[in-house]
């Protein structure tokens, strides 16, 4: 009926009625056949048979498809209808090849008349013919060779629909016209949609013969067009255990938008594994396990309750799964027992391996318990063999487990409590625990504050050096420690890399380490035992995986001032160099030349930046409620003046001498009698000494004895070099003994435990070394202007021994700090005086009328 209506308009007259008693014949006979209308149709095609010789062109296409709907029932029509395959009008060629088609192989006759229609100029015309010749051809099986042949060229036609339907036609005649596949394979490449969905429905019913069409087959399974995808997962199920490669390919369409792509894809699922269960044992044990392996996670996407699919479909893949697996166990026991001894060696290679995997997996610190018990255990080859040692590790695959990130991640976590809580018992890192953000250049970008993202892509690299360079007290350890405290951060989201790292702080090699074969990695590794409380010496495979795999974040504090057979031994460009993760403190930007690195300068404070600070200083203490606003702005002015002063001569403004001052102005506002405010930098240090001896509650020492033992300490700790260094133990009595031979133990451990000024060096606990540089220099600057004075032959014997120290800039600081001394302590001292011009011109520094000094603030 279909076809009556596409027909085009008749003209007026009796061929008008004679179209409309066809269509009316035609619409009764099409709704009435059934079980009990079928004899109707006899008595309907003779009224039509007339038609088909009717003088007008659209009668006769009409009654032809007419014909064709009735289908088989119209077989007496035949030899009417055949003579019109010749007609001059396309759509009657069109419709009686079509109607051909429908009728039935049963008329096989029709074929040579078909066949030139193949070659029609109508495109409609060999679309249909197409059709026909593959609904004859399916049946008439001698006809079938002589038609594949011709319906080929047509696969190449420029229509789409004759390229459609020629794949159609090939696909009915099925697994003869397996010659057409590589044709057929070209065509899935088609831009049209129609003629790819058709094309892979045509290889599916050639058959296992269309295995070549595969590889093509499987990118269409991602096709826009849903027709495709579900016409190439039809054609891969059809197609069999030849489409195992493709299974994997398959599964993610289970979950196609498309219910009827998922169920083709279910159905194609099921034929493969059905194909795949006949031919088991034809495959390989490889094939069987991939194929086990994949319809295993196709099951469990069908068998899921919130599924659409049929209980038959989820049974049917289960039960040719069952036989998969049957079929490869059966091969395995087989292979086993023709081949004992390479299951043995199989069974060799998996169980070690597995073992410590599982053992990796749940309890990793035992891996290191177990890498200590199997560590004796070694024998020898025979001679014959080479003699080479073997380790029962190497043998067991023992070492390939061992220092896993996950085994070095456990045993930081086992650690990393302890390591915080003697990390900040340090007295270097407790007396920057009031840390205050400055601003700061990243690689001569600048920054306001330290952030972890600005860090973050430094320390995700598998090996970074960090140089954290500027002059002393500017506060370089200050931020090494809270990079150190970042690393250890319990919370992920603030750390600096994803694992945790234990920071050990190296703030000088002494001289026992030093005689070692590598006296970097002897130093860490007793920081390392001494801030884990580790009872015995790390063991020295698990230091240096930790520090290669950065579980071990090294600083090195005091770079600068480090004697130079030290600094040679902290050589990141030594092959031998252990650390990957290095933090570097150092007065000289010239630090590390030639390594690849990162940079951090903290910046002076601006007279712009300094009431903010110390606004931020004085509430981190909780005492920022002693001043009133004109206080707290009257206070920043005079500190203003002061550190003006400092630049003035040749020194920054840095975050030390910010601090102490503000130290000695919280005690002169809460009402400490002998308390005045500083007026230059020596007296500032003074004061410090004072402040720290006045909070001693019991077996206090005079401050003249604290100013006088500190200063000839720090001369100790610096005339060597002229940089703030360790000394021993027993010299530093010794020289507090020269000046005061009694209790001098006892007044060097009352600067340590009670004023906290000194540190002894751990972990060999036999020197000392002053907590904060800056302080060290100005307390021996002034011993240096007590003992010296102003005579000038002393001070020239300092100054040749000055100038031959190996780095000037790294002596710089304490210069300075001596200039300053001079200048604030020695009666009428001028800037044009020997000892001030003669360090002024070896640094540059301008030679100026002082300011008045800062007048005390009154604590009212």
Known sequence: MQRCVAVQPLPWGESVQKLKLLCRSAAFALGRIGAEAKAAVPQLIPLLIPLLKDSDANVRSSTASALGIIGAEAKTAVPQLIPLLQDSDANVRSSTAYALGSIGAEFKTAVPQLIPLLQDSDANVRSSTTSALGSIGAEAKAAVPQLIPLLIPLLQDSDANVRSSTASALGIIGAKAKTAVPQLILLLKDSDANVRSTTAYALGRIGAESKAAVPQLIPLLKDSDLTVRYGAASALGSIGAESKTAVSQLIPLLKDSDSNVRSSTADALVNIALSLQEKAKMLTSQELNQAVSNLESALKIVAEPKADF?????????????????????????????????????????????????????????????????????????ETLGGAPVRIRDLTFFSFFLYRPRVLDAWVWAHIKTVREQFFQNPTVKSRATYIPVAF???????????????????????????????????????????????????????????????????????????????????????????????????????????????????????????????????????????????????????????????????????????????????????????????????????????????????????????????????????????????????????????????????????????EDAQLLAWE????????????????????????????????????????????????????????????????????????????????????????????????????????????????????????????????????????????????
């Open 717 to 860: 700790c610096l005339k060597l070099t002229y940089r703030p260094a360790s000394t021993k133990i027993k010299d530093a009595i010794n020289v507090l003994s020269v000046l005061n031979s009694q209790n001098a133990e006892q007044r060097l451990n009352y600067l340590e435990e009670k004023l906290h000024l000194i540190q002894t060096n751990l972990p060999s606990q036999e020197n000392i070394r002053f907590v904060l540089d800056p302080v060290a220099e100005y307390l021996a600057g002034l011993h240096l202007v007590d003992i010296y004075g102003e005579d000038e032959s002393k001070w020239r014997d300092f100054l040749i021994d000055a100038d031959f120290q190996n780095s000037p800039e790294a002596i710089k600081g304490f210069m300075l700090a001596v200039r300053d001394c001079y200048l604030a302590k020695i009666p009428g001292a001028k800037d044009t005086d020997f000892l001030p011009k003669e360090i002024a011109a070896r640094y540059n520094v301008s030679i100026t009328v002082p300011p008045q000094p800062p007048q005390a603030v009154s604590p009212g």
């Open 310 to 382: 049929s209980r038959s479909t989820i049974a049917n893949l289960r039960v040719y799964l069952n036989v998969l697996k049957a079929e490869q166990n059966a091969k395995l026991f087989k292979l086993i027992g023709q081949n004992q001894w390479v299951t043995a060696a199989i069974i060799y290679l998996i169980f070690f391996p597995s073992l410590w995997f599982a053992i990796l997996r749940l309890r990793p610190l035992w891996l290191l318990r177990i890498n200590d018990a199997l560590k004796p255990y070694e024998f020898k080859l025979p």
């Open 441 to 707: 250049e990243l690689d001569d970008k600048k920054v306001p504050q330290l952030r972890g993202e600005d860090l973050q892509s430094i320390f995700t690299k598998k090996r970074f050096c960090l140089l954290i360079w500027g002059e002393g007290g500017i506060g370089k350890t200050s931020i090494a420690c809270q990079i150190a405290d970042r690393a250890m951060a319990a919370d992920k989201t603030k750390r600096l890399c994803k694992h945790l790292m234990i920071p050990i702080l190296i703030e000088e090699l002494e001289s026992e380490f030093l005689a070692a074969k590598h006296p970097f990695l002897e130093a860490i590794s007793g920081q390392l035992k001494s801030i884990s409380n580790h009872p015995t010496p790390i063991d020295r495979e698990l230091l240096q995986h930790l520090l290669q795999q950065r579980r071990i974040l090294v600083i090195t504090d005091h770079f600068s001032e480090m004697a130079e057979a030290t600094q040679k031994e902290i050589n990141p460009n030594s092959p031998d160099f252990p650390v990957n993760a290095l933090v570097v403190t150092s007065r000289l930007d010239s630090t590390m030349r030639n390594v690849p690195k990162t940079t951090i300068h903290p910046l002076r404070i601006e007279g712009s930046e300094l009431s903010a600070f110390m606004e931020k200083y004085l509430d981190k203490l909780g005492k920022l409620n002693l001043f009133n606003g004109s206080q707290f702005h009257y206070v920043c002015g005079d500190l203003a003046k002061l550190l003006e002063e400092i630049r003035i001569q040749g020194r920054s403004t840095t975050v030390l001498f910010a601090k102490l001052y503000a130290d000695v102005l919280i005690a002169k506002m809460e009402g400490v009698k002998d308390q005045y405010l500083p007026q230059n930098i020596p007296d500032l240090m003074l004061e410090y000494l004072k402040q720290l001896n006045r909070d001693v509650a019991e077996h206090k020492l005079t401050n003249r004895t604290v100013y």
